[in-house]
């Protein structure tokens, strides 16, 4: 049979067990919770300490000065500082859930402490709450809510977003004799909900309007709502505790109290049972059965958790909570359940009693639920030795089954371990297993780190297998804030001792942080040690540090990266200055000459001009000049055409100084000699049809035009040879059909080109007579006959043939008249008479 010690400091409450272990002897000094505002954080979180500025004391050996002092849950100091805040009285503080410190002050001004009593912020209510000072308010979670002199309501729904919310106007004459919220997370709208005890009923008061609940129910003295907000209790002016749902429509506990006097604290303990606090008397009620009732000679504060009420006093820290169903199976007196066997078996088989293979043998059916029970029990302990002695008592009951999980010791211990540490009164955060499992692993880091506890945090991730990084940041980051004297080598000598023991940890991050707490050498060294590129690079364009960054961009290959830190030179320092950082980085300076050119002529101009590149300088404006071209004002004898022409003389000019660029000198200053041309003749014709063609559409173009004039001073200023300007004088005239012209020009002299361009161009008209003028001038009788046979003259063609004795040529002009019989029939002759000699 399990110890009776253990059931004898349970109470009954109806069917179930409740008990109230002391957490903690408290360890501060002269702290009366009386004289003082208290706020407790959930979670076994930090309390707030600060003298009651609405009550007068005695101040015996204290300093008259007002401290806000702020300790562990087992009364260690962690920080204290002086209040020196303007706004008047304080109302009300609170922690968030994040564990920052929320103190209202009369005028409706918000200050925000983190754990270390560091203000991190401040806001207003707004000026309703400025004008009529705030009177009360209640706070949940993250947020609050706020009642003036003047009976308005305010809400601030998250403090991560400081924004004051005006609810409904209640059309109150007098202040609310109770208020009570309900969470918005536990509401249909989504939006925080109020209860007001007004009169004889409950106004229920949100942002767009206000119900009246429960008439007659009142006046009610005092209201909380349960922690998922399903259920309020309340009490009344005669004396009853009344706990219905939060629509008030159905009552679960209806309990007389024997006194009338409301208490001066009314909370949940979970969700099985209430607590009432009067000065002397601690009474807890059940829905069913008597009331249990705990009494206290000194002052104590309800603390609510998820799963029961922490009880703070001047000396003592307890925690007031039901008796889970695993450790009344084991410990109840007079047990005998499965699991009640198993620690008795253990205790006999200590002993070395036989007893214990017999309380084994009745329970083998039931062995594998005994051992899970005394798991399950372990958990829910405080005490390490009564853990210790259920976990072995589990362990040597899974020695006998073979169907019990084999890691749920492993696992509960570990869990355990935690918990233990974390529970140190040095530490001071008494979760209990609910509360770790609600909390999660990681928030519990997350709170030790913020506390400093950074090598406690550091154990526990790596014992649980979780992500060190987080808790080695905060420690650096928090290690350069606080070493102020020590040099920065030493520094970071310290700091990569201890970011070695994570691999992938981002330096630069922490270099970051150096560089913001004013050590600017520190973050250099340190974003050295950083091997990924796109975190190194942009830290070091930040601390100034440009060419290590381009040398570093340069490196990864990343061409992203290097125009990041090429546009941050570049707006940063002079030009000739920037254009000599990338001059002598070949991928940097390509990377900019790309971009320039597409978008920085100007600029990229002004980089080839001093690194000496004229032929470079050249070029662009060279591709200026077109697209200045492309302008489409750029016609019609267009004034543009003068600087398009300055530019291309600008670019003969450059090429002209370098040896290399002979050609493209040359080339560009006929180009522009050719647009000045083009331009005038633009001009004079008001045809804009020759800026940009070629020297031969221009004389072309001329000889269409009649203006044989300017076709020739083209010809003559470009020293057009005769051979072209032959061909495009025969086509030009033939293009505008001028027959006489054209024999007039095969006169002036034999052309150099011979007739045949001539016949070509007639052919190509569709002039035959005109052609015959030609034709019997070709001196090689294979182009007179296959002149002859564009223009379908067989006999001619075939008399010229025969000259040449050429049998393949007399086929190819038979396939020419295929489908005329005559002529085929001669050129089969011909060819007849040609096999016959050859």
């Known amino acids: 049979m399990a110890g009776v010690s253990v059931a004898a400091e349970w109470q009954l409450l109806y069917n179930r067990y409740y008990r109230k272990p002391e957490l903690y002897q408290m360890q501060w000094k002269q702290v009366d919770l009386t004289r003082n505002k208290i706020a407790c954080a959930p979670f076994g979180g930090p309390i707030a300490v600060i003298r009651d500025d609405a009550k007068i004391v005695q101040l015996y050996a204290e300093s008259a000065l007002r401290k806000l002092r702020i300790f562990t849950s087992s009364g260690r100091l962690i920080s204290e500082t002086v209040w020196k805040n303007p706004g008047g009285r304080l109302i009300g503080l609170s922690w968030t859930d994040d564990l920052t410190l929320v103190c209202i002050t009369q005028d409706g001004t918000v200050y925000s402490y983190n754990i270390h009593a560091e203000l ?81 009923h409950v106004l229920l008061v949100e942002e767009d309007g206000v119900q009246h609940l429960a008439e007659g129910i009142g006046p009610l003295q005092k209201m909380v709502v349960s922690r998922k907000g399903e ?68 002052p104590i504060i309800l603390i609510p958790e998820c799963d029961g009420v922490r009880i703070l006093s001047n000396t003592s820290m307890e925690f007031l909570h039901r008796v889970p169903d695993s450790t009344v199976s084991i410990f109840q007196i007079g047990s005998t359940l499965p699991a009640a066997l198993l620690y008795d078996a253990l205790e006999h088989f200590d002993r070395r009693s036989a007893k214990a293979d017999e309380n084994l043998r009745l329970i083998r059916s039931s062995l594998p639920e005994a051992v899970e029970a005394c798991i399950d029990a372990a958990g829910y302990e405080f005490d390490i030795s009564q853990q210790r002695t259920l976990l072995r008592a589990a362990s040597y009951g899974q020695t006998f089954s073979s169907h019990v999980q084999r890691d749920s010791i492993q696992e509960m211990c570990k869990t355990l371990r935690v918990l233990n540490a974390v529970r140190h009164v040095d530490i001071g955060i008494p979760l209990s297993i609910q509360q770790y499992k609600l909390l999660t692993p990681s928030v519990l880091i997350n709170r030790l780190i913020n506390a400093h506890k950074h090598l406690l945090a550091l154990r ?91 040398m570093k961009a340069t490196e990864s290959g990343d061409t992203d990266l290097v125009y990041l830190v090429l546009f941050h030179i570049w707006h940063k320092r002079a030009p000739l200055e920037f254009f000599g950082t990338i001059q002598a980085r070949p991928l940097a300076r390509d990377l900019f000459i790309t971009y320039a050119g597409c978008y920085k002529h100007e600029f990229l101009k002004d980089f080839f001009l001093s690194t000496g590149q004229l032929q470079d300088v050249a070029f662009l404006l060279w591709k200026e000049s077109w697209e200045l071209a492309k302008n489409p004002m750029a016609s019609k004898g267009s004034p543009l055409h003068g600087p398009r022409i300055k530019l291309i003389e600008k670019t003969h000019n450059l090429f002209a100084e370098t040896k290399e660029h002979i050609f493209e000198s040359k080339a560009a200053e006929e180009h522009a000699k050719l647009l000045r041309i083009q331009h005038e003749l633009e001009v004079t014709t008001k045809q804009a049809i020759f800026v940009d063609s070629s020297i031969s559409d221009t004389i072309r173009t001329c000889i269409v035009l009649g203006n044989h004039r300017a076709a020739n001073r083209v010809k003559t200023e470009f020293k057009v040879s005769e051979k072209r300007w032959y061909w495009l004088k025969v086509f030009a005239l033939a293009t505008i059909r001028d027959w006489d012209a054209l024999e007039k020009f095969s006169k002036e002299k034999r052309p150099p080109i011979g007739y045949r361009p001539f016949v070509e161009a007639c052919v190509d008209a569709g002039e035959k007579d005109e052609a015959l003028k030609y034709i019997p001038k070709l001196a090689d009788p294979r182009e007179r006959a296959e002149a002859y046979a564009k223009i379908g003259m067989a006999k001619e063609a075939a008399d010229a043939a025969s000259q040449t004795k050429d049998g393949e040529l007399l086929g190819r002009l038979k396939l020419t008249f295929a489908q005329n019989a005559a002529a085929s029939s001669i050129f089969d002759t011909l060819r007849d008479r040609h096999d016959m000699y050859f």
């Open 120 to 200: 991190v912020g401040t806001f207003s209510l707004g000026k309703e709450c400025f004008d009529n000072s705030v009177v009360e308010c209640v706070f949940w979670g993250n947020g609050v809510v706020c009642i003036n002199e003047a009976f308005e309501i305010f809400a601030v729904p998250d403090f991560k977003i400081p924004k004051t919310v005006k609810l409904a106007d209640c059309n109150l004459e007098e202040l609310p004799h109770c208020m009570a919220v309900i969470e918005p997370q536990y509401t249909k709208s989504g939006d925080v909900e109020v209860l007001l005890g007004v009169g004889d």
């Open 231 to 298: 259920f309020v209790a309340s009490f009344t002016h005669d004396g009853r505790l009344l706990v219905m749902s939060t629509d008030f429509a159905d009552v679960i506990i209806d309990y007389a109290c024997e006194s009338a006097l409301p208490p001066d604290q009314l909370a949940w303990c979970g969700l099985d049972s209430v607590l009432l606090y009067w000065d002397d008397m601690l009474l807890m009620v059940g829905p069913y059965g008597d009331p249990v009732r705990y009494i206290y000679d000194e």
């Open 460 to 550: 526990i991730s790596e014992y649980l297998a979780m992500n060190q990084e987080v808790v080695l940041m905060h420690w650096t980051c928090t290690k350069i804030s606080a070493s102020a004297v020590i040099p920065d080598v030493s520094l970071l000598e310290i700091l990569l001792d201890k970011l070695k023991i994570c691999k992938g940890i981002s330096y630069a991050a922490v270099a970051a942080h150096a560089d913001k707490s004013g050590r600017r050498k520190l973050a250099a060294m340190l974003v050295e040690h950083e091997p990924r590129s796109a975190k190194q690079i942009p830290l070091l364009l930040s601390i100034g540090e440009e060419d290590t960054a381009l």
